[in-house]
């Protein structure tokens, strides 16, 4: 394969990588709170859908923003439901996400019946970084890519940041990692779990609308693509941490802008398998992982809890 | 303003409190005075009100009736957020350390401040450590910890929150005896800077070792106030219980063949030290004692003889189960072995009903469905044998204190029809009063007459002096001593859980016997 294939993957893999990274970073933060957003799938297709309506109001940011708020407010949605009205957390995350995909399917056909064309709007515009950009290789790959990546990647330093230097943060593993010590100690475990799902929502619904406002410029029904279980996979291999979150995001898109250029290069194999190997993969890393974490939770409790 | 003026500032006085929960009544009339600069011991069985007190000192519950000052104005803490800004902080028995962090982190995790500063947590922390006297690492999680460490720990956090009043919610109850003499002499030198400490606690000679003032409850009623000195426990026992009967003396057993064996265990976990080669034979109508300091491997030998625990190198052997056989806990519960572990979390189910609690392991391993589900009237009369209080069979085990958790877990094990072959139980008897214990180690007295081998493991040593026939002590995952009753005085097996093996200083010959 040629240089410029490798490049065109590589610069792929970060496009594809930066809606993974951030819906997963806001994962992150739930399942460090000890709970989970089965919902994300329904929140990154919301987003994808009202960034692009948005956006074709009043530009990119716009478009963004309102993709994050919609994933903010069903998020709100859920944590009422769940806490309010005591249901499980698992059935509403589903249901969000069956919700998801139905409503923006329906109120995309609302705003432009079959037949008609659809919608293109503005993308978020290149950073022009000059000379950078013509550096051999590097510069393609790294510095000619949308100011989205460049967000994602702030937004991982953010993230550890926050993890690591907040009360907030501190409060997230208290409450995920041992509730009832951390109810003794004063920490308000079911606020700081909400805190937690808000923020995964809005991140969810920021990645959705990075999706369509970021890179592609129009909606079209199911455009996420399961994009949401992928994240949920992808913050179980990087035990929510925002590095692991970043390598496993970096993986699967890899594989799956191989996958997208292998339509357009002769390859020997079938392009069926460059298409199913993001997902194949995921499974195989996401066997492993829970393996290994299985097995150090194992050695945690012995006794009769283990048999 | 001088240090005596500042601390007869801070006494705290309880005036006639009561607490009702609904019809039960927990507390009735009771006072107390904690004087700064003292070690206020506060003593009663399960179910006296003594935690009921402490939450009502602690701002965790409101009153029905009654009141308190603090300084000579009155205190009625809101919640226990205010309590703890008034400087009364409550440590309580399931500590509140969050073991992912480390202890500068759980300090940070609540409080004023967005940012977590580790920096000036950590210097404020180190000072408080000093100003106690107390050397506690401060970065690593706190449940790499040992218990000890991690008890002084959440002191240390209490102090550097501004805590001028401790409760201490039994905090001797899981601490061997060497650790208890340690927590005990901080707990002296924070009094002599003028904190002011509250322990709750069941053993009573801790309250002669280190009480100033006294408060004993019985019923939810106060029977005695005052100061501690010159009360013998006996007398102490006598206000708590009334008249208790006396020991029952130790009957001869028939000793029969071997039950249990094992050799030459080798085993890791992260939670107790390494086992390094143990062997131990336990026989039928025998009741073998493990002492050790806590974290000594008897933990981790009672987890391999369960077989809950594989071990990387030796055999654990039960009688009744196919010799070579993976041993595995399934096999040895079909096979009658009766299990009371130290974390009785691993045992109970909090969300199951107690009838279910007593059958679900037999349920679960399939050695039961022939018998079907017992009688809702058989369940109350066995829940009644163990004085679980309420005996209600269709009650949440969550609903019950952990001194009824516990006699619901010695119900279930201890207390089915048939005679286990062999019991597994370290520290049957933890959070117990008085008479309760009693009860469980009469009851395991009474199962090795029926011939089941008994293998009880504790850091409590009275625990296991009070029901053993013979008495290994571990340390560092070693079998350093093995002592029957009569030769296992305190002094040498002291010694033994110090890890010093040398000649005793009494004139024995022969200090280590096997049966």
New interface residues.
């Given amino acids: 394969m040629s240089v410029e294939l490798w490049v065109a993957i590589l610069a792929g893999t970060l496009a594809l990588a930066a809606p993974l990274v951030f819906a997963g970073i806001g994962e992150g933060f739930v399942e460090r709170a000890g709970r989970i957003n089965l919902g994300i799938e329904g929140m990154m297709i919301m987003g994808a859908f009202t960034g692009v309506w948005a956006g074709s109001l009043g530009g990119p940011l716009v478009g963004l923003v309102a993709g994050a708020g919609v994933g903010l407010v069903m998020a709100v949605g859920m944590n009422l439901v769940i806490h309010r009205l005591h249901a499980n957390e698992i059935v509403v995350g589903l249901a969000v996400t069956m919700l998801g995909l139905g409503l923006s399917t329906y109120l995309f056909q609302l705003w432009i019946p079959s037949g008609e064309t659809n919608v293109t709007v503005q993308t978020v515009p290149r950073a022009d970084l000059g000379p950078l950009t013509d550096i051999p290789v590097i510069g393609p790959v790294l510095f000619g890519q949308s100011p989205l990546v460049y967000a994602a990647a702030v937004l991982l330093v953010a993230a550890w940041a926050v993890t690591?230097?907040?009360?907030?943060?501190?409060?997230v593993?208290?409450v995920g990692?041992?509730p009832?010590?951390?109810a003794?100690?004063?920490?308000r475990v079911q606020r700081t779990g909400a805190s937690a799902l808000l923020i995964g929502g809005a991140l969810a619904g920021l990645g959705g609308a990075a999706i369509t406002v970021g890179t592609i410029g129009s909606f079209t029904p199911d455009i996420t693509a399961g994009r949401g279980y992928i994240v949920l996979a992808v913050v179980i291999m990087g035990r929510s941490r925002p590095v692991g979150i970043a390598l496993g995001a970096l993986l699967f898109a890899f594989l799956q802008s191989f996958a997208l250029l292998s339509q357009s290069t002769a390859l020997t194999l079938p392009s069926e398998v460059y298409q199913s190997a993001p997902y194949l993969v995921t499974l195989v890393v996401l066997v492993i992982t829970s393996r290994r974490q299985l097995r150090r939770l194992y050695?945690?409790?012995?006794?009769?809890?283990?048999? | 303003m001088t240090a005596s003026q500042e601390q007869g500032d801070r006494v705290l006085e309880a005036r006639s409190l009561s607490k009702s929960f609904g019809p039960v009544r927990a507390l009735h009339d009771v006072s107390l005075v904690v004087r700064p600069g003292a070690v206020h011991a506060l003593v009663g069985e399960n179910g006296a009100g003594k935690s009921t007190l402490a939450k009502l000192l602690a701002g965790i519950e409101r009153p029905t009736a009654g009141s308190m000052t603090l300084a000579g104005r009155p205190f009625a803490p809101r919640d226990r957020a205010a309590a703890k800004r008034a400087g009364i902080n409550m440590v309580p028995q399931q500590l509140s350390l969050v073991g992912e962090l480390s202890l500068v982190e759980n300090y940070l995790l609540v409080g004023p401040r967005r940012l977590a500063d580790r920096r000036s947590a950590r210097a404020l922390l180190t000072e408080t450590l000093e100003r106690a006297g107390v050397a506690v690492e401060l970065d690593t999680p706190t449940s790499a910890l040992t218990q000890a460490h991690r008890q002084l720990g959440e002191i240390v956090v209490a102090l550097a929150e501004g805590a001028h009043t401790l409760i201490l919610d039994e905090p001797t109850a899981s601490l061997g005896p060497l650790e208890v003499g340690g927590l005990f002499a901080h707990l002296r030198s924070l009094c002599a800077l003028g904190t002011a400490i509250v322990l709750i606690t069941h053993r009573l000679d801790e309250v002669r070792q280190v009480a100033d003032d006294l408060t004993v409850l019985s019923h939810g009623e106060n029977v005695h106030h005052g100061s501690a000195a010159g009360l013998e426990p006996s007398q102490i026992a006598r206000l708590m219980v009334g008249e208790l009967a006396a020991a029952p003396a130790r009957a001869d057993r028939t000793i029969g063949e071997v039950v249990l064996a094992a050799e030459g265990l080798v085993a890791a976990s992260t939670r107790d030290s390494p086992l390094d080669g143990v062997d131990i034979t336990v026989r039928s109508g025998e009741i073998v004692g493990i002492a050790g300091v806590a974290g000594s491997g008897q933990n981790l030998l009672l987890d391999v003889l369960g077989g809950f625990v594989q071990p990387s190198a030796g055999t654990v052997a039960l009688a009744g189960t196919a010799a070579g056989a993976s041993a595995s806990a399934s096999v040895f519960q079909r096979a009658g072995l009766a299990w009371i572990p130290e974390e009785r979390s691993e045992a109970v189910v909090p969300t199951m009903t107690l009838a279910e609690n007593l059958t679900v392991y037999s349920t679960a391993i399939g050695s039961s469905s022939r018998v079907g589900r017992p009688t809702a009237s058989k369940v109350g009369a066995r829940l009644q044998a163990f004085d679980v209080r309420p005996p209600r069979p269709d009650l949440l085990a969550s609903g019950l204190s952990g001194g009824n958790q516990q006699k619901l877990l010695a119900a279930r094990e201890l207390g089915s029809a048939e005679t286990p072959r062999a019991v597994l139980a370290y520290g049957p008897a933890q959070g117990l009063d008085l008479r309760a214990a009693q009860a469980i180690r009469e009851r395991l007295a009474a199962l090795a007459a029926e011939g089941a081998a008994v293998v009880v493991a504790s850091h409590d040593l009275d625990e296991v002096l009070g029901v053993a026939d013979r008495v290994l002590v571990m340390f560092a995952g070693r079998v350093v001593a093995d002592l029957l009753i009569a030769q296992a005085t305190t002094e040498r097996i002291g010694r033994a859980m110090a890890g010093l093996t040398g000649t005793p200083p009494t004139a024995d010959p022969e200090p280590e016997v096997q049966v």
């Fill in positions: 690591r230097f907040t009360r907030f943060g501190l409060a593993q208290a990692s041992d009832d010590a951390a003794l100690r004063g920490v050695r945690s409790t012995t006794g009769r809890a283990a048999t």
